[in-house]
């Protein structure tokens, strides 16, 4: 089993952009549905009572979820997607405590562990010469090394910044209040964030499949 090409390498496969935005945003989807209708949904399984609050049926959900995302994406291009399998792998782990211990601080200390770790690999492999980020667009655009080396500076910056807004958030205001936030706020605020750097792209954009030498 082999982890995806690097950026800007002829032999990386691609898969839709769309059906890639939806493995990606799929298990998020399934958190929130679990999560807002997790009482009907335990009166219709009933064993899932057992788990207790919404929050920990929509926990379990999307542990199943995200693994189920990770199969199908390495069952289409026969390589593990290195920055959603950090993701799964932190749900996993983050997802496992809160069930044994049955205490959500774990699940909402996930993006900010995720988004930390994502910032410090992105702006750390730019100090060893490594433009990390193209392993997650590459698949959308191309760039030449030096727009690249901006975007993923940026984009490490941004991670930090929704890590601190995580923090302030589930600290401050209620569960389901977090909840809708990490669904209805984060994403919005990812795109904004995307569209101002679409100057940056097009100023670098290459124009075929060759990189640059």
């Not at 200390?109 to 997650?136: A, D, Q, R």
């Not at 490490?156 to 909840?179: C, K, P």
Request: proline residues 5%; without cysteine; positive net charge.
């Amino acid at each position: 089993m082999e982890f995806e090409h690097a950026p800007n390498d002829p032999t990386r496969k691609e898969i839709s952009p769309l059906l890639k935005l939806a493995l990606e945003l799929g298990p998020l989807g399934v958190f929130f549905l679990f999560n807002a209708k997790g009482a009907q949904i335990a009166e219709l399984f009933p064993v899932l009572q057992t788990l207790g609050k919404p929050i920990f049926l929509a926990t379990a959900a999307f542990m199943v979820a995200i693994t189920v995302s990770l199969a199908v994406s390495l069952w289409l291009t026969r390589r593990l997607p290195i920055m959603p399998l950090v993701t799964g792998v932190v749900v996993l782990v983050f997802g496992a405590l809160t069930l044994w211990l049955h205490d959500d601080l774990f699940i909402k200390l996930k993006p900010t562990i995720v988004n930390v770790l994502f910032g410090s690999v992105l702006l750390g492999g730019l100090l060893f010469g490594k433009s990390l980020l193209g392993y997650v667009f590459d698949g959308a655009f191309r760039l030449s090394e030096q727009g690249w080396r901006i975007l993923t500076f940026r984009w490490g910056i941004f991670f930090f910044v929704l890590a601190i807004i995580n923090e302030i958030i589930w600290r401050n205001f209620s569960t389901d209040f977090w909840v809708n936030f990490k669904v209805f706020g984060v994403m919005p605020l990812t795109l904004l964030f995307t569209m101002t750097q679409l100057p940056l792209i097009q100023r670098h954009a290459l124009t075929d499949k060759k990189t640059e030498a």
